[in-house]
Each structure stands twice: as C-alpha cells, then as structure tokens.
C-alpha cells in the first residue's frame, strides 16, 4: 500500500494483541503521518485486553495521530465502578478476560490511569467524508449525537446521510461475517466489527481495517492460540 497520508477506521479489537499487531504493523505497515480511528471494544473476551491498551498508549506516546473512541464495553467497565449491578452485567459480556489480564477481581482495583484512559475516551470522531462511532446514532432524535446509548449500543443497519452532513457512519459494534462488512461498503452505515474474537466461525474471526479516502477494506484473520465461541 502506499505509504502516503491515510486515515484507517479499525474495528472491534476486544483482546486481540497479536491479531491487532499483524495488522499495524504487517498489513497496514503504519507510519505516524497515518491517522488511526479505533471504534471502541479493546477490552473483554480476547486473551489480553490490557495489552491492547498498552499499545494504543504506547502509538500516542511514540507520536502516532490515533483517536480511540468508547465502546459499550468501556462503558460497562466504567459503570461497574460505582454499581454492583452494572458489574454483574458486565462479567455476563466478557470482563473476566479484562480482569484476568490485569491481575485483578474488580474494577476499582485497576490502575487509576487506566480508568483515567477509559472515562477519557471520546464517543465520537468526525472527518469530511464520514462520522465514526462504536455502534451507531440515533436519527429519530432532534439531534443524532445527542443519545450517547445509541452510540454505543445501537443495533439497526440503517443511516441517514442528510442529517450527518451527507457523510457516512462508520461503526463496530455488530460482529457480522466478512462478507456481508464488504457488502456494507456500498451503504450509507459501514461496518468493521468482524468478530476478531470468535475465530474463523462461519464467517467470522477478521480484525477489520477501512482506508478512509479510498475506501479500501483490510481484512486481518485471526492470529491468536485462544478464540471464544460466538453466542
């Protein structure tokens, strides 16, 4: 590919360290002039959440331009950190996986800069050609960026351009088959989230990359020695 300025929308990565760094680093070949969007979902489920972390703060750091939006995942860390209730819902979605990587039983006992890291994550990215979100926005409301459930739990396959500055959606969120994320390139709301974490089940088990000029999808298969099954 070339190595001139790009922009990347990346989907759900949910603990795929190594499937993530063959992507970067081997498919993606990235440079710091390169301008990443991460769409949310690092933690839960996949065998190392917080390295997944580490290195998107280790991209800033080293100079990287990277914009890592929240996913509902994120959320529920967040929430499970003033509610029992909220922690019960989010060991039912995959935070034993999160736990278990950072060494701890419960969400207060993660490093303070990580929680930091988390409740500092934007919902939203905006570029000229298009609007990045976790999962979606709600366009019935008055103003679409006004639910921040929808951005982060939303399930519908619609968008509508006109009210977004005739720009497309791009979102995660939804792990769909490889075959139907290439078909959503030709609609108004693209979708990148492969189900990295589910391995090569029926369809399933890509890290998903979109070029954002030219529209070019990279789909990365799973390269880790633990999957899990998709529900």
Same mark, same amino acid.
């Given at each position: 590919?070339?190595?001139?300025?790009?922009?990347?929308?990346?989907?759900?990565?949910?603990?795929?360290?190594?499937?993530?760094?063959?992507?970067?680093?081997?498919?993606?070949?990235?440079?710091?002039?390169?301008?990443?969007?991460?769409?949310?979902?690092?933690?839960?489920?996949?065998?190392?959440?917080?390295?997944?972390?580490?290195?998107?703060?280790?991209?800033?750091?080293?100079?990287?331009?990277?914009?890592?939006?929240?996913?509902?995942?994120?959320?529920?860390?967040?929430?499970?950190?003033? *509610?029992?209730?909220?922690?019960? /819902? $989010?060991?039912?979605?995959?935070? &034993?996986?999160?736990? %278990?990587?950072? =060494?701890? !039983?419960?969400?207060?006992?993660?490093?303070?800069?990580?929680?930091?890291?988390?409740?500092?994550?934007?919902?939203?990215?905006?570029?000229?050609?298009?609007?990045?979100?976790?999962?979606?926005?709600?366009?019935?409301?008055?103003?679409?960026? *006004?639910?921040?459930?929808?951005? /982060? $739990?939303?399930?519908?396959?619609? &968008?509508?351009?006109? %009210?977004?500055? =005739?720009? !497309?959606?791009?979102?995660?969120?939804?792990?769909?088959?490889?075959?139907?994320?290439?078909?959503?390139?030709?609609?108004?709301?693209?979708?990148?989230?492969?189900?990295?974490?589910?391995?090569?089940?029926?369809?399933?088990?890509?890290?998903?990359?979109?070029?954002?000029?030219?529209?070019?999808?990279?789909?990365?298969?799973?390269?880790?020695? %633990?999957?899990?099954?998709?529900?």
């Amino acid at each position: 590919m070339s190595q001139s300025i790009r922009s990347f929308a990346i989907g759900d990565v949910h603990g795929c360290i190594r499937t993530l760094e063959t992507l970067l680093w081997q498919r993606l070949a990235i440079t710091p002039a390169d301008q990443l969007y991460f769409l949310g979902d690092y933690i839960d489920r996949g065998p190392n959440p917080k390295a997944v972390v580490d290195l998107l703060q280790e991209l800033r750091r080293a100079g990287y331009a990277l914009i890592a939006l929240r996913g509902n995942h994120e959320q529920l860390l967040l929430d499970s950190l003033s *509610s029992e209730e909220m922690f019960e /819902l $989010w060991l039912l979605n995959g935070a &034993a996986a999160t736990l %278990r990587s950072f =060494g701890v !039983r419960y969400p207060k006992q993660l490093p303070e800069s990580y929680i930091d890291f988390f409740a500092a994550l934007p919902l939203y990215a905006e570029t000229d050609k298009a609007v990045l979100v976790h999962a979606g926005l709600n366009f019935a409301a008055a103003d679409p960026f *006004s639910d921040t459930e929808a951005m /982060l $739990w939303d399930r519908s396959f619609s &968008a509508r351009p006109e %009210r977004i500055g =005739g720009r !497309r959606l791009i979102v995660g969120h939804t792990p769909l088959p490889l075959t139907v994320i290439r078909e959503s390139l030709h609609w108004n709301k693209v979708f990148l989230d492969g189900g990295c974490v589910y391995g090569r089940a029926s369809g399933y088990g890509y890290l998903c990359a979109l070029e954002l000029s030219s529209w070019e999808l990279i789909a990365q298969p799973n390269v880790e020695t %633990r999957m899990v099954a998709l529900s």
